[in-house]
């Protein structure tokens, strides 16, 4: 793994931090849940277990995008963030997060993982807006996006196709003044 340089980002809870020596191992133990998955976009059925291989490439592609970052809690990892398509003239981005730990949902990581990196992408980065798509079915995620200010700006009907379903992504999108800050 190459040396990258990006900055260690903190809230009270979560810290988003570069990869480092353990992460494949964690990333490993993790391994691959269905029902995260599904959250994702994949398919259950479709689900097979990690190999060392794949959680390697998984953790040197965070180190490789310098806008991608670990989400760690108590030294642990439990997922990841990143934004992307980054476009500094237009002041905006996407922004993608996963936490892969089961035990970790629904405790509040993610939504303060994403105010922090929202918080990052506005006063460092001089972001304007960020963007992200959400399964319409992936209610905590929707309510964890609301929660640090994103609002629906639209739905793409029948963008994935999971379970033998089509279902549709939610277009959600935040602007830099409506961001709800971690105290």
């Known amino acids: 793994m190459t040396a990258s340089i990006k900055p260690i980002l903190r809230g009270p809870r979560v810290t988003l931090r570069d990869v480092m020596p353990g992460d494949v191992d964690a990333r490993f133990a993790l391994g691959n849940t269905p029902d995260i998955i599904r959250m994702f976009g994949g398919d259950p059925a479709q689900v097979r277990d990690i190999t060392r291989d794949a959680a390697q490439a998984w953790v040197q592609s965070k180190q490789d995008d310098r806008h991608s970052w670990i989400i760690d809690v108590d030294g642990a990892l439990i ?6 398509m980054l476009n500094l003239a237009d002041k905006r981005a996407l922004v993608d997060i996963g936490i892969l730990d089961s035990d970790a949902l629904g405790q509040g990581y993610g939504s303060e993982a994403m ?10 980065l001089g972001l304007h807006r960020l963007g992200c798509r959400v399964l319409e079915f992936n209610e905590r995620a929707i309510a964890a996006y609301k929660k640090v200010g994103f609002v629906v700006e639209g739905r793409e009907r029948e963008s994935g196709f999971i379970d033998a379903q089509w279902h549709d992504d939610l277009i959600m999108g935040l602007l830099d003044r409506d961001l709800v800050r971690l105290p």
């Open 79 to 84: 997922g990841a963030i990143r934004l992307h």
């Open 115 to 124: 105010r922090v990196l929202a918080a990052h992408a506005f006063d460092t």
